[in-house]
């Protein structure tokens, strides 16, 4: 601003300088997160408590770029945001004004490019936006972004319950609680419609597509150009994909705060994890709902504890799945039931991984991020440990006299 170059724009200085202060807002969030990546890799991969103590503080101070751990880690994780400005505009609280018309319409007024002249913009709402705007120009419509106070929302003021519970998170039904009550059972439902509706969409405009590549190459331009323009838009099909995350979404909010009606505390697997090693999902479009349903669920989760004021815990999940929650060996997960061969019992599956996701949160071994294959080897040690806890089946008089005499001692320890 010092050497003018805003000028050359012909924008109003105070709307510049709120546009600029948000860019570099955007920057700030792209580089914390990074950060946040970061120092979990230094949790996985330093061991040396002094060498990982000194990379976070190098961290917290931005030091980073001499260490050649940090600096790689950094590079990987630092990727380069996107803060598009050239389609949107901060405009500061004092800045405009809504007016309410005699046909009950609302009405926003912002500055424009000429001094004293004010754009107005009719709202398709009757309620005022209030502190600092974003206004995002797309496709010839006008959105108004403002942030809202979320301990204000009525559904911020539902106390939250008392008890402790675990969940899973899954696809046909949003969350699966340890009581093995079923919420937001309406999302299997939802997704398949969708999977099947773009399929089916697909399909058609390859079809189309590859007509107006024909009419192309045959030199009829007008033909191939009216079909890319009638025929295969975007804003149809960006608007059914926002109207479908909408539904996904209130179905899985409703979920959550079921969930978080009877509890204090929900605990919850940490998903920043299990998505590190998966970063092809394929074309299959079940698969890529589902990991974003997921992300959606957490989301929830996070947004609606923090505002009635329940605690989310986050613990490690690997093997809650193919874990029985009754005796804790390893079973075999086939659809929805779980098959554990020692128990011989049937469990629901998602209701087995709900249980043990719960009993993860007091587990004195397995921690946050206790790698996959060390949980692993807990869980056969407590298996095996179990085993030898088990009377001989040996009934002989010897033996019973062997274990009266030293009914502490186990009965395969030699003298
Ligand atoms: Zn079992």
Known sequence: MADGTHVRFGVLANAWKETVR??????????????????????????????????????????????????????????????????????????????????????????????????????????????????ILRRGRVEV???????????????????????????????????????????????????????????????????????????????????????????????????HRAQVRTEIFTAVHRVIDKAATVVAEDLTKRFAGRKTLGKNINRRLAGWTKGVSAEALRNVSERRGSALVHVNAAYTSQTCHRCGRLGRRGGDRFHCTCCGVVWQADVNAAINILQRAGDPDIALHTPHHVVRQILQDRTDRRRTRLPVQDSSPATAERRANHPNRSTTSKK
């Open 22 to 135: 948000d860019a570099m807002a955007d920057i700030a969030a792209n580089l914390a997160s990074a950060k946040l990546e970061v120092r979990r890799a230094i949790g996985r991969r330093i061991n040396d408590p002094a060498e990982r103590k000194r990379m976070l503080a190098a961290l917290a101070v931005d030091r980073w770029a001499a260490d050649p751990f940090l600096a790689r880690q950094m590079r990987k994780h630092w990727r380069r945001g996107r803060s598009r400005t050239d389609h949107q505009i901060v405009v500061r609280a004092d800045k405009y004004n809504t007016v309410t018309d005699g046909r009950g319409r609302l009405w926003l007024a912002v500055p424009g490019l000429e001094r004293r002249q004010m754009v107005r913009i009719p709202l398709s709402t009757a309620v005022a936006p209030t502190g600092t705007l974003r206004l």
């Open 145 to 243: 972004h403002y942030q809202i106070d979320a301990s204000h929302m009525r559904s911020s003021q539902r106390p939250c319950g008392g008890r402790m519970v675990g969940v899973d998170k899954g696809y046909t039904e949003a969350l699966t609680d340890s009581d093995g009550t079923h919420h937001g059972t309406g999302l299997g439902k939802l997704l398949t419609a969708e999977s099947d509706r773009l399929k089916e969409r697909n399909r058609r405009r390859a079809k189309l597509r590859s007509i107006a590549n024909t009419a192309a190459a045959r030199g009829d331009h007008a033909k191939a150009h009216r079909i890319t323009a009638n025929n295969l838009g975007i804003v149809k099909r960006d608007r059914q994909a926002a109207r």
